[in-house]
């Protein structure tokens, strides 16, 4: 529906939710029905006749998070999440906790009993005098209130979704069941949010200014990127060509990147590449360029000396992150693309008086490997291994050759971080590889890749001429029994999602971690399951892959385009061990050299 189509039919408080949330060009609200939020359900059902803003009803209020963290990710748009009171909400904790630690923009909406029943102990009580429900969310959110008069409604809602895109992270409401039904009294809303949200570019010109003579007075320039440079990521790409800085990802900020390019040198910090390590450790750099990152330990593992220090420029959008780094010399705080535009001016003034960078140094040496990149792997042969079980190795090359450019790839916490780190090669720069390494959530891929692939569907059935485009999530057995349900509303909603199953019937971060570590071996053990099968029981196509032949067989072709979801179920070697030594030795509190890491398989 287009904004000239859209009638305002404002009833109730709840009817007035959505009015702002078309204003946002929101198009769903995800969530799980119950007794006291069924007034915002009245209002869905009201808006989605007229065709506008749907309820996705998800398995569980936590999938239903993540399904809005996923929805955000892709549109850029506000993801929407709503629970009924009691244990509705207390499910959401989980999934809104993710997108706080990722700094995703969320509108929580929780229900509460009715004003007169309240801290009566009725039914799913979540009063103060209760389970309080407000209390609970206030360290999880940017914006946390409950609405205790009418009157209060419309300006906290304002609150919280200003809140929500200029803090980076959800907001909650909290509303008892009888306010969502009082009349609104007007047939317009009062604000026209989308004047107030408008996208202002700001920079510390001081700071910037001080950037620009360090780099006047450096020769050799190295640059780290991290997961918040989707702002600037075509900025920072065209600076670092200009003076042909090498440059490395966190496993977060892969994502910003193009790893076939000759001036990458791989991922730093969990997962990583020796390439990497090395680009630091054997180069005499003058300065190193972190950007838009908080330096965390999934960033930089246990070798935090090699990038703090005193050649440190931390550059971010958030002063938060510069708590990692008082050792820098420098601190730029401010959108990433006004800092690089400014920085591509001022190079470019340099190089028309014949200035340069870099014109000394030697970085990547090696030839490219068998991935098409620069960047060292530790087992290269399993790449094409025909070996049964299936190298995870394997799997990995096999995705980087069938997969589309354009493809959405959702990777779970797990070992499904780690193959997918060291072994993937992304080349889109847009943000297409998408990993929530923050909070280390187990199942988030399975929803938030649904959340994403609603968009897609939105798109398509408003009879635009696009192609679909594949969400695929990549997820381990582990996490997938935590979630598997939710692969029911990809069914229902004939969602283009491919799930790809990392069966080694193990919890097997938890198990290669005890065995790598000398730590007692216990607790990892899965049953065999089928999940092929599993899938097909819930209307998914299930696919088996137990011999490597099989992958190259596949029609990814056909799979990607359909519209419906597959499952396929890897069984993988068990015993391969994923590239996973720098966390294991940072559990350990020890450094570089203590642990013996194998690469080999062991039983």
Request: aromatic share 8%; with cysteine; hydrophobic share 40%.
């Amino acid at each position: 529906m287009t904004k000239a189509e859209y009638e305002h039919n404002i009833n109730d408080l709840a009817d007035l939710i959505l009015e702002y949330l078309h204003q946002l060009g929101v198009e769903y609200v995800f969530g799980v029905p119950g007794g006291a939020i069924e007034p915002l359900y009245n209002a869905l059902a009201r808006s989605e006749r007229r065709g506008g803003i749907k309820a996705i009803t998800a398995r569980h209020e936590c999938g239903a998070a993540f399904m809005a963290d996923g929805y955000y990710r892709e549109t850029g748009k506000l993801g929407v999440v709503c629970s009924t009171t009691g244990p509705g909400a207390t499910n959401l904790i989980t999934g809104v906790a993710n997108a706080y630690v990722d700094k995703i923009p969320m509108l929580v909406i929780t229900a509460q009993t009715a004003l007169p029943k309240f801290g009566k102990r009725a039914l799913q009580d979540s009063s103060e005098t209760a389970i309080d429900t407000v209390g609970i969310f206030r360290h999880v959110t940017r914006f946390n209130s409950f609405v205790s008069h009418a009157e209060q409604f419309e300006g906290k809602l304002i609150s919280a979704i200003m809140s929500s895109f200029q803090q980076s992270g959800p907001a909650h409401i909290s509303v008892p069941s009888d306010i969502f039904q009082t009349d609104y009294g007007h047939s317009d809303p009062n604000v026209h949010i989308t004047n107030m949200m408008k996208n202002i570019s700001l920079e510390d010109a001081p700071s910037v200014e001080a950037l620009c003579k360090e780099l006047a007075a450096a020769k050799n320039v190295a640059i780290f990127l991290g997961h918040n440079c989707g702002r600037a990521y075509q900025e920072i790409a065209e600076f670092a060509h200009m003076i042909n800085a090498p440059y490395v990802a966190a496993p977060t900020g892969k994502r910003w990147v193009d790893e076939s390019d000759d001036l990458y040198a791989g991922v730093y910090g969990y997962a990583g590449h020796e390439s990497a390590r090395q680009l630091f450790q054997d180069n005499d750099f003058d300065l190193i360029l972190a950007v838009g990152t908080s330096l965390g330990e999934m960033s930089i593992g246990m070798w935090e000396s090699q990038i703090l220090n005193e050649k440190l420029i931390h550059i971010d959008e958030s002063i938060e992150s510069f708590a990692r780094s008082p050792m820098a010399k420098l601190h730029v705080f401010g959108h990433l693309d006004a800092i690089f535009n400014s920085l591509i001016e001022s190079v470019k003034d340099a190089k028309y008086w014949g200035r340069g960078w870099n014109e000394g140094l030697i970085f990547n040496q090696q030839e490219k490997n068998s991935l098409g990149s620069y960047f060292s792997l530790v087992n290269e042969q399993a790449c094409y291994s025909d070996d049964i079980p299936v190298k995870p190795q394997r799997l990995m090359a096999c995705l980087n050759d069938k997969l589309p450019e354009y493809t959405r790839i959702y990777v779970d916490t797990g070992n499904a971080w780690a193959w997918c780190t060291h072994y993937m090669v992304t080349k889109s720069k847009r943000g297409q590889y998408r990993i929530a390494m923050g909070y280390g959530t187990m199942a988030w891929a399975i929803g938030s890749a649904i959340g994403g692939a609603f968009a897609q569907k939105q798109q398509l059935d408003g009879k635009l001429n696009l192609k679909v485009v594949p969400h695929v999530c990549i997820t381990g057995d582990g996490s997938y029994l935590m979630s598997a349900q939710e692969i029911s509303v990809a069914a229902e909603h004939n969602l283009p999602v491919v799930f790809i199953i990392l069966n080694d019937a193990a919890f097997g971060m938890i198990r290669h971690g005890q065995q790598l570590a000398g730590a007692e071996s216990i607790g990892w053990q899965l049953n065999n399951v089928n999940y092929a099968a599993l899938a097909r029981s819930m209307g998914v196509d299930g696919i088996e892959i137990t011999d490597p032949k099989q992958l190259d067989e596949l029609d990814f072709d056909t799979i990607l385009t359909k519209c419906g979801p597959t499952l396929i179920d890897v069984r993988i070697d068990p015993d391969e061990v994923p590239p996973m030594a720098s966390r294991v030795k940072t559990l350990a509190g020890e450094s570089e050299g203590e642990i013996e890491v194998k690469t080999t398989g062991y039983k």
